[in-house]
């Protein structure tokens, strides 16, 4: 196996092949699945494939954190900012959908769409 270094020598980091990373060690997607999260941690191992072309990190389950959550003011501010793209700057209505960054205005105020 060309990726297979479970000791790091050759890479730097243990290293191991597209599916062959032991128990215990999962990616950040797979932590996220898992509402978790690195939490600071340096990558423990690494999984390459693709002639080394791609690599994902490796982090250790036992020290993942969990997920942190928004505030109600992060909420808040994140809801506003998504209404106001679904705002079209020329007739001032909510649209529901987001205003085409293209035309700058929603579908009824741009000259040609209809």
Do not use: H
């Not at 494939?49 to 109600?72: E, H, I, N, S």
Request: proline share 11%.
């Amino acid at each position: 196996m060309v990726f297979y270094d479970p000791t790091g020598e050759r890479y730097g980091l243990p290293t191991y092949p597209f599916k062959f990373a032991p128990d215990g060690l999962l990616t950040r997607r797979q932590l996220r699945t898992r509402n978790l999260r690195p939490g600071g941690q340096e990558p423990a191992a690494q999984i390459m494939w693709r002639r080394g072309k791609r690599v994902a990190y490796l982090f250790r389950l036992d020290l993942a954190l969990p997920k942190r959550t928004a505030t109600p003011a992060q909420q808040a501010a994140i809801a506003k900012a998504l209404t106001a793209r679904r705002t079209c700057p020329d007739c001032r209505q909510v649209k529901p959908y987001y205003i085409p960054r293209r035309t700058g205005s929603c579908l009824d105020c741009t000259p040609g769409v209809n």
